[in-house]
């Protein structure tokens, strides 16, 4: 049974959770549940509740760890550190407040529908402002909808942000296929380009008929392969990842010294894959078992990432990294998560130029930067952006730089 209305005690439990953000919640409130062409396209509204044996279930699991032993001189060259790990575990164990962060997430409307056989979860996030541009946010390995929780005031609600009201957006934030309430998947073959085909419908069911699209990591492919299968209905992708390729005739003297870097640095990252990508890619079922067994497995797999790639002056706190492991401990979605990327690799699909406006954001410690002359040649890029700070998981890590970025770019495309 669906029910159109939450009891008062409901709001008041949201309010409490987002105090700075009360008017953003009591409009999507009131906007929530009442348009009922959404219910006929088969849209199910969502809220996350974890049953409290599964918390005690991790405390114990926590406390149980069977700890490795470690090169104490090695530092991080061999991998996440003892000392570390285990402090913030017990951080986990002891003073991490799930509950705290679920109502957090609750406090946005999330929904769920099934789309090419998958049941797929998002939130979706109307701003206030009549004339918003629709926006969807795409995530990437090892994120999740979390990546994206101090950009929804600020781009749906520019107004009570200390912005112009005109860059306001309605959010679309789903979970790639695979990953937390979106997961696990049940067949094989949910790669970028089946995504974008559910993204593509995903948007038409909301009654989106002309939306921008933004993404790091996979998300970044998934934004572009978007753009090839729903062009029409699309007015421009942002990346903050993006790999140039030259073509085999492109004279390289004709890059700078830094762009031959560039380019040498990101050739370095696709040929010789990292140990994770090169598991994930090939055995996603063999590594499920540790991770779906062990949290603190599942913690040092994360962790590692969202350590190395991300600026030392931008860290990740413990409680959003935290909150972002949950998502894949509590939902088991360690091996159907990896599993997106033995599906590209299975599929070996080449993505084409971008047939919509593009625009690039550049963090300097992303894995692999782009060269712009590169990106041009191949793509329609009409906005760069070269940032001082901020890495991988630029939506974490700079949040108000990149709400920034995006309301310059999409300006362009505003009616």
């Not at 926590?62 to 490795?68: C, G, H, Y």
């Not at 009549?130 to 990437?140: K, N, V």
């Not at 063999?286 to 991770?291: C, E, F, R």
């Amino acid at each position: 049974m669906i029910f159109l209305y939450y009891p008062l005690c409901t709001i008041a439990c949201k309010i409490r959770a987002n105090e700075g953000n009360m008017e953003m919640i009591l409009w999507n409130f009131i906007n929530r549940d009442n348009d009922q062409r959404l219910y006929n396209e088969g849209i199910r509204p969502f809220s996350i509740e974890i049953p409290q044996d599964e918390l005690d279930d991790l405390r114990g699991r926590l406390l149980r760890t069977r700890w490795p032993d470690e090169l104490k001189e090695e530092g991080w060259n061999y991998g996440v550190p003892l000392d570390y790990l285990k402090k913030l575990a017990d951080y986990w164990r002891i003073s991490y407040d799930w509950r705290k962060h679920e109502a957090w997430l609750n406090s946005f409307p999330q929904y769920t529908m099934t789309i090419d056989g998958a049941n797929i979860h998002f939130m979706h996030i109307r701003s206030p402002e009549r004339d918003a541009l629709p926006l969807i946010l795409t995530h990437g390995w090892p994120g999740s909808i979390v990546e994206f929780l101090d950009v929804i005031g600020p781009l749906v609600d520019p107004r009570s942000h200390g912005g112009d009201p005109a860059d306001a957006f309605h959010l679309v934030i789903p979970s790639i296929p695979g990953f937390g309430f979106s997961g696990p998947t049940q067949e094989s073959g949910w790669n970028v380009n089946r995504v974008a085909r559910a993204w593509a419908e995903l948007m038409r069911r909301l009654g989106y008929t002309r939306y921008g699209a933004q993404g790091g990591d996979w998300g970044a492919f998934i934004s572009r392969a978007l753009a090839e299968v729903d062009h029409e209905h699309m007015c421009g992708v942002h990346l903050n990842f993006l790999h140039t390729i030259p073509a085999d005739d492109f004279d390289l003297n004709a890059l700078s010294q830094e762009e031959r870097d560039r380019l040498e640095r990101s050739q370095q990252h696709r040929s010789a894959p990292a140990g994770y990508m090169r598991l994930q890619a090939t055995r996603p079922q063999t590594l499920s078992y540790a991770l779906t067994d062990s949290p603190v497995g599942q913690l040092a797999w994360i962790v590692e990432k969202l350590w190395e790639w991300t600026d030392p002056a931008c860290r990740v706190d413990d409680d959003r990294m935290l909150t972002n492991v949950m998502l894949y401990w509590l939902t088991g979605t360690a091996g159907s998560s990896a599993r997106l990327y033995y599906e590209n690799f299975k599929s070996k699909d080449v993505l084409r130029s971008c047939p919509v406006p593009m625009g690039v954001a550049v963090l300097p410690y992303e894995l692999a930067l782009p060269v712009r002359s590169l990106a041009e040649r191949e793509h329609a890029v009409v906005h760069w952006t070269e940032f001082e700070q901020g890495g991988h998981f630029a939506a974490m890590e700079v949040p108000n730089l990149m709400v920034q970025d995006l309301r310059i770019f999409f300006r362009r495309f505003r009616r």
